[in-house]
Each structure stands twice: as C-alpha cells, then as structure tokens.
C-alpha cells in the first residue's frame, strides 16, 4: 500500500502485486475515491473482476471507504440476474464507479446502456485470473 498507493494518487499506471489479505483492493478504492469528481453523473471509474462474489465485495469496499463521501454512487453488474435491471440503474441514477464481469460490462457497452467516454480510471483486478479466461 505504501509504495502504490502515492503513484496511483499521481494518476501513473500502476500493477500492484502482493499476497492475498495484503491490501491491494484497498489501494485502487482509495486511490480512485480520492480522484472522484462527484459534480456528474457519469461513469468515471470501470473496475472489471472475473467472478460475480469478488464484483460484490469490491462494490461494498467502494461502499465502506466512501461512507463520508454521501453523493458517490457505485453499481455491480454481473451476469445471472436480468440485464434489464441493470440497464434501469445506469439510466436512473448513473453511478460514478461500476464494477463488474466482463460479460455483462460487455452487453451494457454494446447495448449502449454503459457510456465510457468519460471514464477516468480504469481497474483489472486479478488480471491474471481475467487473461486466463481469453
């Protein structure tokens, strides 16, 4: 955390490896909460997972770190559950950071329903496991 979380409030690219319990979900939280511009809504903040458990924990990370930051909205889409759902939240109350599965990131993309344009940061967290799947 030490060493990368001073880069990634820079704005520099980062890979940050460690062992398992170590805080690697916590740098890329803070770093990104810290660089948060909460005046629009639009998405700003992409973080790609490869299961929908690790999806819903890193949400409620973003959820725990921002609790002092009330106007943060974040948004968990996986696959599994209706897409139209899904589709509803990003027109209703588009959040800020959206984490997800690369399937249903993928079909709100194509589908126009998640607009990227304006994304700030973007999060591959275990990439590994996320190239393994190609």
């Known amino acids: 955390q030490h060493e990368c979380i001073p880069q990634a409030v820079l704005g520099m690219d980062i890979l940050c490896q460690a062992k398992s319990g170590m805080g690697k979900t916590a740098v890329f939280v803070l770093a990104t909460l ?4 909460l005046t629009e809504n ?3 903040v992409l973080v790609m997972c490869h299961t929908r458990e690790l999806a819903f924990q890193i949400s409620k990370e973003y959820e725990r770190f921002s609790k002092y930051m009330p106007q943060a909205k974040v948004g968990v889409f ?10 509803e939240v990003l027109k209703n109350s588009c959040p800020h950071i959206v984490v997800g ?3 249903r990131i993928l079909a709100l993309v194509r589908n126009k329903k998640l607009k990227l344009n304006n994304l700030k940061h973007f999060i591959l967290d275990e990439c590994d496991k ?3 799947l190609l």
């Open 34 to 37: 810290q660089q948060l511009e």
């Open 42 to 44: 639009q998405v700003h």
């Open 78 to 87: 996986f696959g599994g559950l209706p897409i139209q759902k899904d589709e």
């Open 101 to 103: 599965t690369p399937g």
């Open 130 to 132: 996320m190239l393994e």
